[in-house]
């Protein structure tokens, strides 16, 4: 985030950094952390990430500065992408939202 930016506003940013879109950013759906350990029970990765539901604005999709792809999927295909658990959990979360 930079200074005084707002999540939603950072959000908003990342989302067009990454993906060169432009999106309303609306409510939270998930404030998920993820700690996850060495084996000497060091912390490896700690990550505090905030989900929220956007929605389109305009632009083209696609993947730019560290996003490796960027493409819209059906909710039906979710299936289909290496995703954990909690990333399906999350998308489908901020589906019903909408």
Known sequence: MNDGESLKEAAAREVKEEC??????RDLVKLYEYIERDKDDAVKY??????FMAE?????????????DALWVDMGDLDRF????????IIREGFVMR
Request: aromatic content about 10%.
């Open 82 to 89: 290496d995703l954990t658990d909690a990333a399906r959990e």
């Open 56 to 68: 389109y604005r305009s632009g083209e999709l696609k993947a730019l500065s560290d996003a490796r």
């Open 20 to 25: 060169d879109i432009d999106v309303d950013v």
């Open 46 to 51: 700690h990550y505090i990430v905030f989900d």
